[in-house]
C-alpha cells in the first residue's frame, strides 16, 4: 500500500495594521527610498504595535488557515511552530496556540531555521503524514522583527529589510493522490553561521551572564548579516535546491508553473529567476510590499499568489528559502 500524501488543506495570514514605508525610516536613520529600493526591492513593511506579539498573530493566521481548511482546531494532531523572535526564551510559541485553540495534548514543536523554517517544517509535516504518524498539522511561520532592530543609522542595513507577519498552513492527507507534496530536500552548513546571526543574548562559553551592560553599549544585541556572502550563497543554493527537488521527480524546470521563493531581497529572487531562466510571469514576489518576514514569507507569498489566481488546483508549484545557519530547503507540490 502507498504511503499517503500530503497536501496544503489551507492557508492564512496575518499582518499587522501598521505600515513602515521607506520614508518613514528616513526620520529614523540616514537611509532614502531610493537607496532601499536599489539594494533590495522593499517599498513598505508592517511592523506590531503594542497589541500584537509574535504568538497572536501566529494565533490570527492558524484560524484563518483553520477556515480556510474547513478544518476545526480538534482535528490538529500536531503542531509546527517556525521562528526566531519567539515571544518567550522559553517556553515556545507552539505550546501557546495549543492553549489559545484549545487542542487536546498534542506534539508542539518549535523549529529555529530561520527564514528556511516555513520549507522545513513543510518537509517535517510530509513525513509524519506520509508516515502516518499524524493525519493533520498545523503549520506556522511567524516573526517580530521590528523590537529586534538597531533602528539607528549604524543598523540601517539590516533594519531596512525586515518587517512583521505570520502564515499558517494546514496539512493533510491529500484526497487526491495526483495532488500534494511531491519531493522536497533540507540542507544546512554551518561554516559560515556568524555570517548572518544574532548571537547575543546568549550563553556561549567565555560570557559573563546572558546579557551585559557591554553588549549593549557595543550594540552586540542587534542581528548583523554580512550582506555579500549571504547574497552570493543564496543564489548559488536555492536554483539548486530547486533542481533537486524536480530531479527526483524526473521534472524540469520549465514545467513549473510557479515558484515561490523566499522573500529576502528582491534582486535574489530576481537572480535565482534568471540563473533557472525561469520566466518572471512564473515567479512571485511581494517583499515590495512586506519586506522580510523570515519564516512567514513562504506562506504570505504562496496564500497571495493563489488569490491572485498564479496558483491554481494542477499547478506544480515550488517553494525555495535560504537562512541563516546556513539552512536551505526546497519543496515540489502538485497544488
Known amino acids: 500500500m502507498n504511503a499517503p500524501r500530503a497536501r496544503i488543506l489551507g492557508l492564512g495570514i496575518h499582518v ?7 520614508h518613514d525610516l528616513t526620520k529614523m536613520m540616514d537611509t532614502s527610498h531610493e537607496w ?6 522593499i517599498e513598505q513593511r508592517h511592523w506590531v504595535g503594542p497589541e500584537d506579539g509574535n504568538f497572536t498573530m501566529g494565533l490570527k493566521a492558524a484560524r484563518m488557515a483553520l477556515a480556510d481548511a474547513g478544518c476545526d482546531a480538534a482535528e490538529i494532531d500536531c503542531i509546527i ?3 526566531l523572535s519567539p515571544d518567550y526564551y522559553f517556553p515556545g510559541c507552539g505550546v501557546l496556540i495549543q492553549r489559545e485553540l484549545g487542542i487536546g495534548h498534542v506534539p508542539a514543536f518549535d523549529i529555529r531555521q530561520q527564514c528556511a523554517g ?8 510530509d513525513s509524519f503524514i506520509r508516515a502516518g504518524q499524524y493525519r493533520k498539522i498545523l503549520l506556522i511561520g511567524s516573526e517580530v522583527h521590528s523590537r529586534l532592530l538597531d533602528k539607528s543609522t549604524r543598523g540601517r542595513t539590516v533594519s531596512v529589510l525586515f518587517g512583521d507577519g505570520a502564515g499558517a498552513a ?3 492527507v491529500s484526497d487526491d493522490p495526483a495532488r500534494g507534496i511531491l519531493s522536497s530536500c533540507m540542507h544546512s552548513d554551518g561554516s559560515d553561521a556568524e555570517c548572518l546571526a544574532m548571537q547575543w543574548p546568549g550563553v556561549a562559553a567565555g560570557r559573563e551572564g546572558f546579557i551585559t551592560h557591554q553588549d549593549i553599549d557595543e550594540a552586540r544585541i542587534f542581528p548583523n548579516m554580512e550582506g555579500q556572502k549571504v547574497f552570493k550563497t543564496a543564489v548559488k543554493c536555492m536554483p539548486e535546491a530547486v533542481q533537486e527537488v524536480l530531479e527526483k521527480q524526473g521534472l524540469a524546470v520549465s514545467d513549473l508553473d510557479m515558484l515561490i521563493p523566499h522573500q529576502a531581497n528582491l534582486r535574489i529572487s530576481e537572480m535565482v529567476a534568471k540563473l533557472l531562466r525561469l520566466d518572471a510571469s512564473k515567479v512571485h514576489n511581494n517583499i515590495q510590499k512586506y519586506g522580510n518576514t523570515t519564516a512567514a514569507t513562504i506562506p504570505l507569498c504562496l496564500s497571495e499568489a493563489r488569490a491572485l489566481g498564479k496558483v491554481k488546483p494542477g499547478d506544480l ?6 537562512g541563516s545557519g546556513f539552512t536551505w530547503g526546497a519543496v515540489l507540490m502538485r497544488w
Open 81 to 83: 511552530y517556525a521562528t
Open 36 to 41: 532601499i529600493v536599489e539594494r533590495s526591492g
Open 317 to 322: 508549484v515550488c517553494t525555495v528559502a535560504f
Open 118 to 125: 516555513f520549507v522545513y517544517g513543510l518537509q517535517m509535516a
Open 16 to 22: 499587522p495594521s501598521q505600515v513602515v514605508t521607506n
Open 170 to 172: 494546514v496539512i493533510g
